[in-house]
Every structure is written in structure tokens, then in C-alpha cells.
């Protein structure tokens, strides 16, 4: 069985003349001719592509494609796990960026006052600026964030540090409800989701039990939320939403 340059084109999602240009530096060799002298290419030649766009994928200039896959000592099986190896380091780093994306949104909302070492050394590899204009699009009107950058204009490093310690420690706390078997609308995880609030009062702005589910909402509905959250575990915006939206209830009902 063998496969014209056009079905192996479709088949990878790369271009005729990407194949075209493998083949002519030896990276991709076809290996046969149809009669007419079109190229025609076997099980064995797309296992190699699909070899070369893994490696492209991970950044790797074709030189180094071509040495990794031409190395008499490594088998398919040794480039499947240097592979893996490589893609689950790849998304560990994202991981780890979409984890500071809504520590970076809430530096910015409430107006940091950090040096660069200091952001790095509160938030970790990622700087709260980044998200400057997004933060200010969607929150520069509220009175909530003007209160906050008031509130917060003469924060400390130590305040800031504070202040993620406090989140920290009431992740861990939801967490351990939820490995409880706890209800989001328990009163343990109630209870929990009011002192989210509070800290929020108390460190930025004034949350009152209305902003406060809108908040909650957006854990959920904003997917970079979401990924940090559930960073710490499974699921944890949609219980923490769920736990918020209770609190509210019971303290307005």
C-alpha cells in the first residue's frame, strides 16, 4: 500500500510543496516512484513524518530532526519517549503560565506595587503586567476596581505575600472538603466561600454577596480561571462556584 504526495499532504495537514521541499533535503525520501515518476509514499515514510512533525511541533529545527531521526542508535520507541518526555515538560510550563493568569489579572486589578523581583518572587515566572489592558478593558469602569487600586496603592511585598498565603491556604481548605465528600452547599464549604469574600472585602474592594457570584460565575466561565483553579484540583472552580453561589443564598434568602 502506498500513498500519493497529495493524500499524504491531506493526511498530515501539511502542504504539497512542505513534502516537496523533505524530500529534497532527505528528510523525507518517499520511498517509491510511480511509473510516471510521481512519488509514492509507504506505512514506513509516514511513520517518519509523523515523527518529523512531532519534532517540529516541539520547536526543533529540521537539522536536528533529521540527525535526532537518522541516529543509528535510537529506536521508535526511544523517540516516542524522548516525545512524551518532551510534550508533558511543554505542558507543564503552560500549566504553569495559565496557573498565574488569574493571579496576574488580580495584580493588575488591584494596582501592584512591586518591583520586577518582587512580582517574581510573590507570583512566581509571570508578570502581572501582562494582562494590563484586558484588566483595565474589562474592569477600569467599576467602582470595585478604583477602590482596590486605592486600597492597595501602598501594599508592601510582605502584604502582597500575605495575601497569596491566604489563598493558598483557602485552596487547600476547598480541596479538603472536596476529598471529604463535603457538598459545595455543605455548611463546612458555605462557611469557607463566605471567608473567600471577606478577604476579598478585606484586602481589596467591598464583595458583596451579588459580585461575589458574579466572580464565582467567571471561575467557571473563563477557561484561564478555570485551568488555574483546577491546577490544585479536578474541579475545584466548579465547586468553589457552586459553594459561592450557596453562601450567597443563605446569607440573602
Known sequence: ???????????????VRTLHHYDAIGLLVPSGRSHAGHR?????????????????????????VAALLDDPAADPRAHLRRQ?????????????????VEQAMEA?????????EEKFEVFGDFDPDQYQEEVQERWGDTDAYRQSRERTASYTKEDWQRIQDEADELTRRFVALMEAGEPADSEAAMDAAED???GISRNHYDCGYE???????????DERFTRNIDQAKPGLA??????????????TA
Open 238 to 251: 466548579a465547586y468553589m462556584r457552586d459553594a459561592i453561589l450557596a453562601n450567597a443564598v443563605r446569607h
Open 108 to 116: 493588575r486589578t488591584m494596582g501592584i506595587n512591586l518591583t520586577p
Open 40 to 64: 509514492r509514499y509507504s506505512d514506513a515514510d509516514l511513520d517518519r513524518l509523523q515523527q518529523i512533525l512531532f519534532y517540529r511541533e516541539l520547536g526543533f529545527p529540521l537539522e536536528e
Open 84 to 100: 512524551h518526555e518532551l510534550l508533558t515538560a511543554r505542558i507543564e510550563r503552560l500549566q504553569k503560565m495559565a496557573a498565574a
Open 211 to 221: 459580585m461575589h457570584t458574579c466572580l464565582g460565575e467567571m471561575y467557571v466561565d
Open 196 to 198: 473567600h469574600r471577606q
Open 1 to 15: 500500500m502506498s500513498w500519493s504526495v497529495g493524500q499524504v499532504a491531506g493526511f498530515a495537514g501539511v502542504t
